[in-house]
């Protein structure tokens, strides 16, 4: 499968077009979730999703998709309050009642989808399909749908840009300075229930969480900003739908929403092993050179205690010498030389005949800044 | 035994076992790290299928059983690099294993004849047909011994190392200093787990294990603040569950495990609204009657440390009281009424002064309020 | 009588059926360097918090300049404690501090030029400029610490609140705090502190409360903070009891 059948095969665009406002809001919504701590939320939500779904097509009698995510919404969100309600009202960790809501919720909703199975005649066939997604029935009206919940999304992040950032920041300062929290905690897990119950229809319940997560933690990988953050994580979103529709189509039998979850989560690999800065890569290579510098730095200090130690401070001393002030650092001669003749490129140190070494007026100096002013705060 | 028995005695014994190790995980905090597990052993089945290529094969079990435990490896490793937060890094592997599962099946559909529909939801009500045949003769449904050497796994563990879970929950600096590794304890009881959730959900589906492992020890730590009677209760509600659960289901004829699960919601919505003393109710209400209590103790206190200043007639006199208690006027003249109604203080010269049994009361209940820690 | 700042008055706190602060009566007066002092779970932090109201007390009352808390708030300041906030937070040493704009702006209205200027000017102040747009996981202990004094500097209060300023910082860092509040007492600011350090407050400190659940005793340093008064905080709170029972 060519990319450029993107842009000519019908079927494959809509899916696409599906995929980027999913990952746009996903995305967006997603770098909150993370942020708060409250990743599994959308697990919860997608979950507790099934009895609203069912509900809905009990009191309505037919698959309508707009009337099906509206009940899915509400259970959604009916779980979120409930949640709240038993985090502040007892003793209950987070993490138990998020757990417990959620098995109950999703247990009930398949109280209800065999109930429903067996309703003679019911048009039932294909509500189980929210459990696990499908891309591929995705139409241009769905599209359209998806496009205005991204536009009703996105739209109150952008107005409450600066009140969602301090409220995930610091909960307290908020509150203090007089912005209601509890309203910006109800918009914003509103609002994280409206994107969980977005991507239903397209990677299903089981792998909702994923589009929330994944992407959001690769964008942090990358930036330490959160505007960047929040357009990374929605780009990653949709270019994962995109790579995993086109996957899907091009092997067949490969289903898509599982294949969109494997692709966003090495997406969220790759950046934690190479993201400049916070990468893993680059850390091991940053310590590497660290510890380099500590040991040309402890030579140096070992350079210095001989000085103070000797009437002439600048008498230079042999190897075996300064490899017996050698504190902790257990270098070989050889390595020792290394880095003595590094000190001397900087001219902190000076080598004398027959391989004795001595420090400079200006290494001195440079020590003597160092211990008494007594490593600072400021760097 | 006839099912109907075969199939409560199954949920008993699957109740039973997740609510055991139910109990360490939520007091650990990990309560998702069973949702978790409860999805990736999906993986764990199938790759072991593609080794054992035998569907009924029990090697299976331990194949999943290795990959919840893999699944909490990834999780702590990923955790360790601390570029993200414990949830998010459970919330970024479970998805991803299972995703591996289900593509796995689905691309080789043809050679595994495993319903992830099954796996996931489960149903009990298919467990009896599944028959342990030793020598030709029939001696119960092969979940049933299955689950019960899991129970009996469950009780063994917990018997043997009560004391270290205990000590390692709730103190890991101490139980580390004590020599009880923390690591050991937490793979061994994250490995219980998957090994749990695995037999339970071959039996009841996957949900059902999520639901028994966090539900009943959610309940009985409402109820509770005792780690044994937190054990039995958790147990108890696990049990209650199960068979109310069945019942349910057959009148309704709906989903057995789907009930259950219901059931575990509704007995923990009625114990967290009507349990007395903690329930949502009684702290309502308390929350009101402390406000009183306390206004009634602070007026005593108000009167015995300015009984006999100078300033008593300014702070106790009947018409200026209110001027120093800062409250609003008519909860201030309900907390005096309530003061004369007890005969705590009784009115003199157009004072407010306390009588004996005031001071008594005031001061007990002072000590009694302040000297709880 | 002087005219207080603040006025709490039998203000009681209870969590979990416990009562974390009971009968508080406490006054603030313009223009000091105040200390809250006492022993660990004393209610230090929730007396500010309760103050604040993020805390909600069963009975009490607090007024701000003889008005409630919320018509005042403007003319508050705070700095939390530096350990209830993530670092890992991604946003920057300017980004934060102009959040102490925010209460200004009020709704949806963003910061602007202005707001930066301010940011930028208390930052400076706390001598941490050149770290203006540095991320601030990447901060010290210390340099957090000042971060959120740079913030509660821009909200440009009356009065401010300070959650344990001095927890894990260095030496110097401790210093630059000192000298900076200080600095804002001299312009007429009324600065209020969480403190642990017994130690240093007769040196940092003019007015001191002394708290383990009661008041034991507020007042100026050198006629509060004596042996007796803090053998009192510091003995079991049941002991702390007998006070009232001396009274009678």
């Known amino acids: 499968m060519a990319l450029s059948e993107l842009f000519t095969d019908y079927t494959l665009r809509t899916v696409a077009l599906g995929s980027i406002f999913l990952g746009i809001v996903s995305g967006t919504l997603g770098t909150y979730a993370v942020l708060r701590k409250q990743s599994l939320i959308g697990d919860m939500v997608s979950h507790a999703a099934l009895p609203g779904i069912c509900l809905s097509f009990l009191i309505i009698g037919s698959k309508n998709t707009e009337w099906l995510l509206l009940g899915a919404f509400l259970a959604g969100w009916i779980a979120t309050i409930i949640i709240n309600i038993i985090h502040t009202h007892s003793k209950i960790k987070y993490d138990s009642a998020l757990g417990t809501v959620l098995a109950v919720f999703f247990g009930f909703g398949l109280v209800l989808l065999t109930y429903i199975q067996k309703i003679p005649n019911a048009n039932q066939a294909g509500l189980e399909n929210f459990l696990f997604g499908q891309v591929s029935t995705i139409l241009q009206r769905d599209v359209i749908f998806m496009g205005i919940v991204a536009v009703f999304t996105i739209l109150p992040v952008i107005l409450f840009w600066k009140e969602f950032k301090l409220l995930s920041f610091d909960h307290d300062f908020a509150a203090i300075i007089g912005f209601s929290t509890n309203k910006l905690d109800l918009l914003l897990t509103t609002l994280m229930v409206i994107a969980v119950i977005a991507g239903l229809q397209s990677v299903g319940v089981v792998l909702m969480s994923a589009m929330l997560i994944a992407p959001a933690v690769s964008a942090r990988q990358w930036t330490d900003k959160l505007s960047v953050m929040i357009v990374l994580s929605s780009i990653f979103g949709a270019v994962s739908g995109v790579v995993g529709t086109l996957i899907s189509s091009s092997i067949p039998k490969m289903p898509t929403g599982p294949i969109i979850v494997v692709v966003v989560t090495i997406i969220a690999f790759i950046s934690m092993l190479f993201a400049p800065n916070r990468g893993l890569i680059w850390k091991k290579v940053r310590d590497y050179y660290n510890k380099k510098e500590l040991s040309t730095h402890m030579v140096l200090n070992n350079l210095y205690i001989l000085a103070k130690n000797h009437e002439d401070p600048f008498h230079p001393h042999d190897l075996e010498t300064i490899c017996l002030y050698n504190n902790g650092l257990r270098l070989s001669k050889r390595m020792m030389k290394k880095e003595l003749n590094k000190l001397k490129i900087s001219g902190l140190a000076k080598e004398y005949e027959e391989g004795n070494w001595a420090i400079t007026p200006e290494g001195f100096k440079k020590m003597e800044e160092i211990h008494f002013e007594g490593g600072g705060d400021m760097e | ?70 699944t909490v490896f990834l999780v702590e490793t990923i955790n360790k690099t601390k570029l993200v937060n414990e949830d998010a890094a459970i919330g970024l592997i479970f998805p991803f294993l299972f995703s591996l599962g289900i593509i796995l099946v689905t691309l080789y559909a043809g050679s595994i004849h495993l319903d992830v529909d099954a796996v996931l939801l489960g149903e009990l009500a298919f467990a009896p047909f599944n028959r342990l045949i030793i020598n030709g003769v029939d001696i119960g449904p092969k979940s049933l011994y299955i689950m019960l050497v899991i129970l009996i796994l469950n009780i063994l563990y917990i018997a043997l190392f009560y004391k270290e879970l205990k000590l390692s929950t709730f103190d890991v600096g101490l139980a580390a200093t004590l020599g009880f590794s923390p690591v050991f304890i937490h793979y061994s009881l994250m490995s219980l787990v998957s090994i749990t959730s695995v037999a339970a959900f071959d039996a009841v589906g996957a949900i059902l294990v999520l639901a028994f492992m966090v539900g009943p020890p959610t309940i009985a730590y409402l109820v509770t603040d005792n780690l044994t009677k937190m054990i039995w209760l958790s147990v108890l509600f696990g049990i209650i569950s199960a068979i109310s659960g069945y019942w349910v289901a057959t009148w309704f004829d709906v989903t057995i495990a789907g009930t259950m699960a219901t059931m575990v919601g509704i007995l923990f919505a009625i114990v967290f609204i009507f349990i007395p003393e903690r329930g949502l109710i009684a702290t309502m209400h308390s929350k009101k009657e402390q406000k009183y209590e306390f206004a009634l103790i602070s007026l005593l206190m108000h009167i015995i440390n300015h009984q006999g200043t100078p300033r008593e007639i300014e702070e106790l006199g009947i018409d200026t009281i209110k001027n120093h208690l800062y409250w609003e006027e008519k909860f201030t003249e309900e907390i005096i009424d309530r003061v004369l109604d007890k005969n705590y203080a009784y009115i003199e010269d157009n004072i407010l002064k306390i009588s004996e049994e005031g001071k008594k009361f005031a001061l007990s209940n002072y000590y009694h309020i302040v000297d709880l820690d | 009588m002087k005219n207080y700042v603040v006025n709490v008055n039998d203000m009681t706190v209870v969590y979990h059926k416990k009562p974390v602060l009971w009968d508080i009566d406490l006054q603030i007066p313009s223009g000091i360097l105040m200390a809250i002092v006492g022993p660990n779970g004393a209610g230090k932090s929730t007396l500010i918090k309760a103050m604040l109201g993020l805390v909600k007390p069963v009975t009490g009352k607090v007024t701000f300049w003889g008005e409630s808390y919320e018509s005042q708030r403007k003319r508050i300041g705070y700095v939390p404690q530096r350990g209830s906030v993530d670092w890992d937070f991604p946003t920057d040493v300017l980004d934060v501090v102009t959040m102490g704009t925010y209460g200004q702006l009020g709704w949806i209205k963003r910061p602007g030029e202005k707001e930066r200027e301010l940011a930028i000017q208390a930052i400076e102040k706390v001598d941490m400029l050149p770290f203006a747009n540095r991320q601030i996981s990447q901060l010290s202990g210390g340099q957090q610490q000042r971060v959120f004094l740079a913030r509660a500097l821009v909200q440009d209060a009356d009065i401010y609140f300070m959650d344990e300023p001095f927890q894990g910082v260095d030496a110097k860092t401790e210093k630059a705090i000192i000298k900076l509040l200080e600095e804002l007492k001299n312009r007429g600011k009324t600065v209020v502190v969480v403190h642990h350090d017994l130690q240093t407050v007769p040196e940092y400190f003019d007015w001191v409360t002394l708290l383990n659940r009661v008041v034991i005793e507020s007042g100026p340093v050198e006629k509060v903070f004596t042996d007796e008064n803090l053998r009192k905080t510091y003995r079991s709170t049941s002991e702390n009891l007998y006070r009232k029972r001396d009274v009678m």
Request: glycine share 6%; net charge negative; charged share 5%.
């Open chain 2, 1 to 70: 035994m006839n099912p109907q028995l075969e199939i409560q005695t199954i949920a008993i014994l699957v109740a039973i076992s997740c609510s055991l190790s139910g109990v360490f995980l939520i007091l650990r905090q990990m309560a998702m790290m069973a949702d978790a597990i409860s999805h990736t052993i999906l993986l764990g089945i199938v790759l072991a299928f593609f080794v054992i290529q035998d569907l009924s094969s029990p090697l299976l079990i331990i194949g999943a059983a290795i990959m919840g435990t893999i």
